[in-house]
């Protein structure tokens, strides 16, 4: 049995599971090449960032800008643009980028959610066409067409039911992936955004030391 045939056994169901599985093929294409184009390079901009931020904090967000086409970089940027703001701004400011990028990275997310939950009621439903199906051929006076009718609407029952099932695990398999990737993504956010945090307020203090040393304010944004 080719592919073909198979799928016009399947019945009517097998077209809306169709659509399903390209529509969840696609978004698992582009949700694979986005996680593969970050983490082969936020570790690298991460080590950068933060030994750069030890020596020259304009070259740390000099660094940060260069990286905006990533999310790890835009988190950066996001509070070393402020300049030198206060200590708490400063951690308002990477608490809210890395809120924004990680509600940017479930882009998909709701796809995949969709699928796993619509292909196998579909394939259920496929199911009960194909048993109606098999119950009118069987009920039919010729038992010829009986047995023939009965055979393929159990024959749709099971493909359709089978296929919905496919759809949904193979889907439900690249959502729980993502799912990782992205729980493991906050805890990068989180652990960066932390020294990151730790090593402005050191320099704060630094600061804040030398202008009462000079009798000067302690630097502020307007």
Do not use: C
Request: proline share 4%.
């Amino acid at each position: 049995m080719n592919i073909i045939e198979f799928f016009r056994k399947g019945g009517p169901m097998m077209w809306p599971l169709l659509g399903l599985s390209i529509l969840s093929v696609g978004t698992i294409m582009e949700r694979l090449w986005f996680w593969a184009n970050l983490l082969t390079k936020e570790k690298e901009i991460v080590n950068r960032v933060l030994e750069a931020v030890r020596r020259d904090w304009d070259e740390a967000a000099e660094i940060a800008k260069r990286a905006k086409q990533q999310p790890i970089g835009r988190f950066f940027h996001t509070a070393l643009r402020l300049g030198e703001p206060d200590p708490e701004l400063f951690k308002l400011a990477l608490e809210t980028a890395a809120d924004e990028e990680l509600t940017d990275m479930r882009r998909g997310e709701k796809i995949l959610e969709a699928v796993v939950a619509l292909s196998p009621l579909l394939g259920l439903l496929g199911t009960v066409v194909g048993l109606m199906a098999a119950l009118g051929a069987f009920s039919s006076g010729d038992v010829s067409r009986s047995s023939t009718g009965v055979a393929l609407g159990i024959a749709e029952a099971l493909i359709a039911t089978a296929t919905g099932l496919v759809v949904a695990i193979f889907s439900l398999g690249f959502y729980r992936l993502f799912q990782g990737f992205l729980f493991n993504q906050a805890k990068i956010f989180r652990k960066s955004g932390n020294e990151l945090e730790l090593l402005y307020r050191q320099h704060w203090a630094e600061m804040h030391n030398q202008s009462i040393a000079n009798g000067n304010p302690v630097p502020r944004l307007p």
